[in-house]
C-alpha cells in the first residue's frame, strides 16, 4: 500500500478491461486518478467503487483521437489537482482484419485511436511533467507491437508504433526526469475478447501459444503497469515489458 502516495494519474480507456484495473489498483496504492473513455456510465462505476473503497477519482469523457479533448482533460486534471506525475495510454482498440480487406477508412481509425491518441497524450501532458519536475508515462502496447501475426495488420502496426514512438519520447525526455515504458499484454481475458474466448476451440489455441498454461487478467497488466508508474522503476526508462505468460520467450 502506498507506492503511489501523493501522485495524479491519468488512465484512458480506464471504463473496463485493463485500465478498471489499473485505475483500481492506482487509487488503492495513494494516487489521485483521473478516468476517461467514452462509456459514461460504466467510466462512474469505475468512480465510484474507488469512492467507495476510500480512494480519490473523477471520470472524464475523452476521445483520445481528439485534441480537443486532450486539451480539456489536461486542464480540468490541473485544475483540480494541480500537477501530473502519471500518464497511462490505455485506450486502444483491436481488430482482426486482413490487409487485402482493410479500407482506409478502418485503417485509419485504428491509427488515430491507438497511435494519435498515444501521441496525443504525450504532447499534452509532457509540458505539466516537465514543470513538474519529472513523471512516468507508461504506454499499453501488445505483443502484436513485438512480433508479426497474421490477420491483423492495421492493429500489428499501430503497436508497433505505440512501442518505436515510446522509445522516441523517453530518449527526448529523460533529461527532464520523464521516463516513457511500453507495456506488452498477451492473451488477456477482458471484456474485449469475450466474444473470442467463449469460443472453446479458439480459446484452446490461443492457451496453446502461451507457455503459462491460462489467460492473462487484467489484474495481471495492471502490476507491471503499476511498477513502471511508481518510483520503484526510477532508473527504467525506453523498454518494453511484455506480459504474455512467456509467448514472446518462444
Excluded at 480507456?13 to 485505475?23: E, L, N, S, T
Excluded at 500489428?156 to 518505436?164: D, I, L, N, P
Aim: no cysteine; net charge negative.
Amino acid at each position: 500500500m502506498g507506492r503511489l502516495t501523493g501522485k495524479v494519474a491519468i488512465i484512458t480507456g480506464a471504463a473496463g478491461g485493463m485500465g478498471k484495473a489499473d485505475a483500481v489498483l492506482f487509487a488503492r496504492e495513494g494516487a489521485k486518478v483521473v478516468i476517461t473513455d467514452l462509456q459514461q456510465d460504466k467510466l462512474q462505476e469505475v468512480v465510484q467503487e474507488i469512492l467507495d473503497a476510500g480512494g480519490e477519482a473523477v471520470g472524464l469523457i475523452q476521445n483520445v483521437a481528439e485534441e480537443d479533448d486532450w486539451v480539456r482533460v489536461v486542464e480540468e486534471t490541473m485544475t483540480k489537482f494541480g500537477k501530473i506525475d502519471i500518464l497511462v495510454n490505455n485506450a486502444g482498440i483491436s481488430t482482426t482484419v486482413p490487409f487485402l480487406d482493410t479500407t482506409v477508412e478502418h485503417w485509419n481509425k485504428v491509427m488515430a485511436i491507438n497511435v494519435t491518441g498515444t501521441f496525443l497524450g504525450h504532447k499534452h501532458v509532457i509540458p505539466h511533467m516537465i514543470a513538474g519536475g519529472g513523471g512516468s508515462i507508461v504506454n499499453i502496447s501488445s505483443i502484436a507491437g513485438l512480433t508479426g501475426g497474421s490477420g491483423a495488420g492495421p492493429y500489428t502496426a499501430s503497436k508497433g508504433a505505440v512501442r518505436m514512438l515510446t522509445k522516441a519520447a523517453a530518449i527526448d525526455y529523460a533529461q527532464h526526469h520523464i521516463r516513457v515504458n511500453s507495456v506488452h499484454p498477451g492473451y488477456i481475458a477482458t471484456p474485449m475478447t469475450a466474444d473470442l474466448f467463449a469460443n472453446d476451440q479458439m480459446k484452446q489455441w490461443f492457451l496453446s501459444q502461451t507457455p503459462l498454461p491460462r489467460l492473462g487478467n487484467p489484474e495481471d497488466i495492471a502490476n507491471g503497469v503499476l511498477f513502471l508508474a511508481s518510483d520503484e522503476s526510477s532508473f527504467i526508462t525506453g523498454v518494453e515489458l511484455p506480459i504474455d505468460g512467456g509467448y514472446y520467450a518462444k
